[in-house]
Structures are given as structure tokens and as C-alpha cells.
Antibody, heavy 113, light 107 residues
Framework: QVQLVESGGGVVQPGRSLRLSCAAS????????IHWVRQAPGKGLEWVAV????????YNADLVQGRFTLSRDDSKNTLDLQMNSLRAEDTAVYYC??????WGQGTLVTVSS | EIVMTQSPATLSVSPGERATLSCRAS??????LAWYQQKPGQAPRLLIF???TRATGIPARFSGSGSGTEFTLAISSLQSEDFAVYYC?????????FGGGTKVEIK
């Protein structure tokens, strides 16, 4: 069964870092393009980044501003989103997704002092 | 960045009626448009890609049309499970961008 599960969310102070993880089952991340999409409370969807199967990455530059980094561990079949210098406006549910057919349940990141 | 504008923001429809949702792109995106459905507390679900191709398992009452800058999602006969928020997304240019959403509510 194809499934994505995010973890790592929580409450963090502004300026601090957080690392989210996306664990896949039923398929290999190394053969798929996986996106991160976020949704602020009560707001719409915002695309964050994508890691292509070949390791190429693309970010929403205006949103990320060099603060976020993707990394994949093929042995664990996980994709991590390292988020540094977090701001209040980064508060959102973060989803990882294989957009055509599989989304995780999301993990909530709250940036607050 | 391509700006996606959805209208209306809220659509009140009675069960069994037809719903028509609009999405406009700030520049031409050919047919590189997807529609998603999102219910409260759930992740989005892909309905349509390529502007008009239904994703696997999506009922035939959902149909997409349009190209260039103007797109439409039609739901031919609303069922109770169709009341949700719908988002369009373009994947022609980076960054990928979503519309602000249309909430389809029970009239």
C-alpha cells in the first residue's frame, strides 16, 4: 500500500531550526518525485519544494529564501526537509506528496515565542 | 510567479445541482492545470490533471475544461461527499502555484 507519513513537527521559537521527515512505504522515493506543500491555519495551499527521483531539487525561492534544504536517505526511504531561521509566517501544516496519488496526513509546525 | 485566481470564493449549491468553479491564470499555462479537493482535516486529493483528465478513481461527475488562462471545474450533480474546498494549481512555471480555493457549501 502506497503511503507517506510526515513527522517532526512541533512548536519552535522564531529563528530556530526544525527538521521534518517524510517516510514512504509501498514505493521507492528514489524512483519518484516528491513535493512538500504547506498550508497555514485556515489558509490555502502553498508549494514549498520538490526533490526529483534523480536528486535534483527545486525550491519556492521567495518562500524559502535559502533557509530550507531537502535531503533523501534511500536506505531508509525517507525525505527530510531541514528548515532553518524559522519565522512566524512558516507556521503551517506541512505535507509531503506524490501529487498524483499519495499525500501524507501532514505535520504541524508552529513558530512562536 | 503565475498568479492563480479562483472564483467564486464560496459557492452555495443544493445536493443534486450542478456546480461550476472557475480558475484564471495570470498568463498562459497551456493545459498544465490540476484541480484538488480538500475536506476539513484531510490532505488534498487530486481530481483533474492536464486541465481535463480525471485522476484514477475520480467519478465521472467531475469534469475539467479550458486552456491558456481560463479553466473550469464542473461537478454535474453534487453529492454530499462533494462539499469541500477546491483548489486549482498550475505546473507550467516555477514556482508551482495554487489558487486561493473555492469552498462549495450546502445551500
Amino acid at each position: 500500500q502506497v503511503q507517506l507519513v510526515e513527522s517532526g513537527g512541533g512548536v519552535v521559537q522564531p529563528g530556530r531550526s526544525l527538521r521534518l521527515s517524510c517516510a514512504a512505504s509501498g514505493f521507492s522515493l528514489s524512483r519518484n518525485d516528491i513535493h512538500w506543500v504547506r498550508q497555514a491555519p485556515g489558509k490555502g495551499l502553498e508549494w514549498v519544494a520538490v526533490l526529483w527521483y534523480d536528486g535534483t531539487e527545486k525550491y519556492n525561492a521567495d518562500l524559502v529564501q535559502g533557509r530550507f534544504t531537502l535531503s533523501r536517505d534511500d536506505s531508509k526511504n525517507t525525505l527530510d526537509l531541514q528548515m532553518n531561521s524559522l519565522r512566524a509566517e512558516d507556521t503551517a501544516v506541512y505535507y509531503c506528496a506524490r501529487p498524483g496519488d499519495s499525500w501524507g496526513q501532514g505535520t504541524l509546525v508552529t513558530v512562536s515565542s | 510567479e503565475i498568479v492563480m485566481t479562483q472564483s467564486p470564493a464560496t459557492l452555495s449549491v443544493s445536493p443534486g445541482e450542478r456546480a461550476t468553479l472557475s480558475c484564471r491564470a495570470s498568463q498562459s499555462i497551456s493545459s498544465t492545470l490540476a484541480w484538488y479537493q480538500q475536506k476539513p482535516g484531510q490532505a488534498p486529493r487530486l481530481l483533474i490533471f492536464g486541465a481535463s483528465t480525471r485522476a484514477t478513481g475520480i467519478p465521472a461527475r467531475f469534469s475539467g475544461s479550458g486552456s491558456g488562462t481560463e479553466f473550469t471545474l464542473a461537478i454535474s450533480s453534487l453529492q454530499s461527499e462533494d462539499f469541500a474546498v477546491y483548489y486549482c494549481q498550475q505546473y507550467n512555471n516555477w514556482p508551482l502555484t495554487f489558487g486561493g480555493g473555492t469552498k462549495v457549501e450546502i445551500k
